[in-house]
């Protein structure tokens, strides 16, 4: 079992910036990636950014790319997600996401985009940007 814990929400104007981690817990040796996610009132669970430990990659959303990064802390088994230039349209919760089983390379980006590729998930941490 992994658990993870969501740190870091809060209430910022646009065009500012947060940083929101992620730290694991328990059979964390056996994560191939961990992912964020985020959902807004009304609106499906959607991919934000994504690290996989396998491959040594990083992808992000279109809509974040250039303003996000996504960075982890083996050590401290925790995973980052620097958020800069927020706008209004970044307000949701924001979720943590651990994938322990293999990824097939050929198909990381699919695996590692998609919320049912995951086996955990945090709590959620709210991200309100106010314009």
């Known amino acids: 079992q992994v658990q993870l814990v969501e740190s870091g929400g809060g209430l910022v104007q646009a065009g500012g910036s947060l940083r929101l981690s992620c730290a694991a817990s328990?059979?964390?040796?056996?994560?191939?990636?961990m992912g964020w996610f985020r959902q807004a009132p009304g609106k499906e669970r959607e991919f934000v950014a994504a690290?996989?430990?396998?491959?040594?990659?990083?992808y992000y959303a279109d809509s974040v790319k250039g303003r996000f990064t996504i960075s982890g802390d083996n050590a401290k088994n925790t995973v980052y997600l620097q958020m800069n230039s927020l706008k209004p349209e970044d307000t949701a919760v924001y979720y943590c996401?651990?994938?322990?089983?293999?990824?097939?390379?050929?198909?990381?980006?699919?695996?590692?985009?998609?919320?049912?590729?995951?086996?955990?998930w945090g709590q959620g941490t709210q991200v309100t940007v106010s314009s």
């Open positions: 690290i996989s430990w396998s491959g040594g990659g990083t």
């Open positions: 996401a651990a994938r322990s089983r293999i990824i097939d390379l050929k198909h990381t980006i699919v695996v590692v985009t998609t919320p049912y590729e995951y086996d955990y």
């Open positions: 328990g059979r964390t040796f056996s994560n191939y990636a």
